[in-house]
């Protein structure tokens, strides 16, 4: 298994550019997450989805979109990249299960500059 | 969930255990401790977590107080590549979704050749 993949591992984009950030994972997982990392800080949710066709905010999602077509994939959309967008991206999934058992996996990042 | 508090940062040595503590005062009775680490920008690790037993895997040994009020990961023979920033983190199970994990700054740990 490749676990959790990511793409692209860096982009530089102008203000008010558009992008989309891929995540796949081959585990078979149905939960799947979105973080966000500032430097110096820890992840923050952005979006999270818990199977195929649903998806649910977290605590930061404004400028933010997100679909969950298939199991496997989880893309993260922006539609007007803006300087504060500028962060380290992770996506996570985990198979769903008793609390306690449930670890998750995350993705090596995507690190996006807004300029 | 409950609120933790981790010290932000300890050297040790290299060969030595490493023992970094967490305080998770307001833990609640159906609440686990969870061990994360991240090295170098790279996507978070999951290390062990626990509920009221002390726990060991292959990575760590987690030991929980008897009132659950603090924890301390223990990595018995630390490494370079040690070297990550370490989350303790409290969850509990609430519905759909609920597996977020909330991250704060964490510990980081730097071990020393």
């Known amino acids: 298994n490749a676990g959790v993949t990511q793409t692209p591992k860096f982009r530089i984009l102008k203000i008010g550019q558009s992008m989309t950030l891929q995540c796949t994972q081959d585990?078979?997982?149905?939960?799947m997450y979105w973080y966000r990392q500032d430097p110096g800080m820890g992840l923050k949710l952005i979006y999270y989805s818990v199977g195929a066709g649903i998806t649910d905010k977290g605590e930061v999602p404004n400028g933010y979109n997100v679909s969950r077509s298939t199991t496997e994939d989880f893309p993260l959309r922006l539609e007007l990249a803006a300087p504060s967008q500028t962060s380290v991206y992770f996506c996570?999934?985990?198979?769903?299960?008793?609390?306690?058992?449930?670890?998750?996996?995350f993705g090596p990042g995507t690190r996006l500059t807004v300029l | 969930d409950a609120k933790t508090t981790q010290p932000t940062s300890m050297d040790c040595a290299e060969g030595r255990a490493a023992n970094l503590p967490c305080n998770h005062s307001?833990?609640?009775?159906?609440?686990?401790v969870y061990w994360y680490r991240q090295i170098h920008s790279q996507g978070p690790q999951y290390i062990i977590h626990g509920l009221k037993n002390n726990e060991t895997n292959e990575m760590a040994s987690l030991i929980i107080t008897e009132d659950r009020k603090s924890s301390t990961l223990i990595l018995p023979h630390a490494t370079l590549r040690d070297t990550a920033v370490y989350y303790c983190i409290v969850r509990t199970y609430s519905g759909a979704g609920s597996y977020q994990l909330t991250f704060g700054k964490g510990t980081k740990l730097s071990v020393i050749p």
């Open positions: 996570a999934s985990i198979k769903q299960g008793v609390v306690g058992t449930d670890t998750q996996y």
């Open positions: 307001t833990i609640s009775g159906n609440e686990y």
């Open positions: 585990m078979n997982h149905n939960y």
